[in-house]
Structure formats: C-alpha cells, structure tokens
C-alpha cells in the first residue's frame, strides 16, 4: 500500500485528502496550518483540512514553521513514498520533499506557467481571464516551478468570483489527481518541463491591492470586487470612512465622468462612475457596519450620500 503525506489547509484542500482516503491510499499523516483565532471573541479554531483529517480518524502535526522542526524530523522518519499537497500555505524543505520514493506532486490552481505563487484564482479573476484550471506538477524547491504532469482548464463567467472558482477548483483538482494518482504510483505518468517565457506569479494579496482604483474602467473593478470577493474583500474610502464593496455589476463601459463620484442615487440604486463606465454597487460594508445590500443601505444611510459625491 502507497505511504502518503497529506499537506493542505483551506477547504480547496480537503475533497482531495478525502479522496485520497476513499480510494484507500494508506496516509500516514496530515500536515497543516495551526489553529488560528477567529472572529471577534478571537476562538482558537482549527483549519478545514484538520477537521476533517481527525473526522477520518488521520494524525496531524501542525508546525508554526515546518523548516527546521521537531515536526519535520518526525514526518521524514514516516518514509513515505508519496507526500501530496494542495494549498498549504508554507515551503516545504528539500529535506521532506527528498524523501519519498515517488518524489513529491502539488496540486496547483492554475494552468502552468501563468500564475505560480500563493493567489492563482484571485489573480486570474481580477486580470480577467476567461478560464482557469488546476495543474498537478513535481515539486521542487523553486516555486511552483516543478515539472507539469496533468492539465485540466474551466471557464470563469461573469458570475464567478474567487469562492465560486475555488469550490469548482477543488473538485477539479480532486478528480485530476484521482485519474493521474495511478500512473504516478506506477512510475508510467509523463511530466514536462514549463515554459520559462510563459510564467506569471500570483503573490498573496496584500492591503494595498485590496483597494479600489475607480481610474480604471468599469470591468476591471468589476472583476478586481469579484477576484477579492468573498475573502479579502475589495474596499474604498468616502469621507474618510473606508467602505468595503462585496458586489457589483457593469451599467455602463463607455461613460466617461469623474472616477469615483456617485453617478446615480435612487432608492434602489448606486451608480459609480469609473474611469470608462459605470458600476452599479449591489453589496457594500460601511465602517462599523453590518454587509447588507444597496436597497437596505439607501433606506439606513441614503440621506448622506448624494449624486457627485465621491470614493476615493
């Protein structure tokens, strides 16, 4: 029976180890991230892939840092002959990833070259590609820059944003993975190098990214609100307060106006004038406020806004 290491953390991950344990692959241990406080009350809470390791009945280890700890010498110690990962958010030293008889694989959420690095869905939505896909690829130190051993792509629509492309991501990594494992074991898989000319990165989204340009036109902050929607969430300014924007939709994308001023205020409605276009806002967070939808917002709050106004 095939030892693996399971490594992954967000719940892209855990259709993948649960295959992996219905198919009947023998994982000797599950590597994670460490609980994180969550929430206001800050509640210490396990990562999706531990709950549903400990639902399977797996070991765990979760390092701060895997690099030089008591965790990495216990995990080589496993033998395995195959460590699998899937987002799991830390490097993993060339000592684990020597280890194992079958070398090591990723499943990575992009297709290959374009977009190695920590955020290949949200980047390939904000740069408003028209499809993604998942590649399942050697590892090796450098990142993400492993051999390519299967491809799989699926259209983004307009209706997609970050959460829709990860759950089908997920499944699609899954049944990937499922089909390739065979060969991968078996030592009969082909593997080809990338396109060195082709690679794009990805890095995890930082603050300043999150923030609204309404200098661009009105699709690329269309897809920049859905590419952070539904997590980290795109914001702007009014009046000094920031306002976190979780939705909107395309009205207009050839007005031409001051980018950021309120083009329109109805009862149920928000138009905002962009650098060539106009959104319409459907779903926003002012500063100490709950989420709630533009008509709710109106109704609360629509007295202090007023056409011309601005984002900033």
Known sequence: MTKIIFMGTPPFSVPILTMLHEEGYDIVGVVTQPDRPVGR???????????E?????L????PNRLAQSEELEQLIA???DLIVTAAYGQIVPNELLDVPRLRSV???????PKYRGGAPIHQAIIDGEKETGVTIMYMEEKLDAGNMIAKRA?????????GTMFDKLSLVGR???????????????DSIPQDESLVTFASNITREQERIDWNKSARQIFNHVRGLHPWPVAYTTFDGDNVKIYRTSIVDET????PGAIAKLSKNELFVQTGEGTLSILQLQPAGKKKVDVVSFINGNGDKWKVGDRFE
């Open 154 to 162: 699926i259209p983004i629509t307009d209706e997609d944003d970050t």
């Open 255 to 258: 007005s031409k106006g001051t």
């Open 106 to 112: 990723n499943v990575h959420a992009s297709l290959l």
């Open 175 to 189: 049944d990937l993975l499922k089909e390739t494992m065979p060969a991968i074991i078996d030592g009969t898989n």
């Open 41 to 51: 009350k800050r509640v210490m809470t396990p990562t999706p892939v531990k709950e």
């Open 78 to 80: 496993l033998q395995p």
């Open 59 to 62: 070991p765990v280890y979760q």
């Open 53 to 57: 390791a400990l639902r399977l009945g």
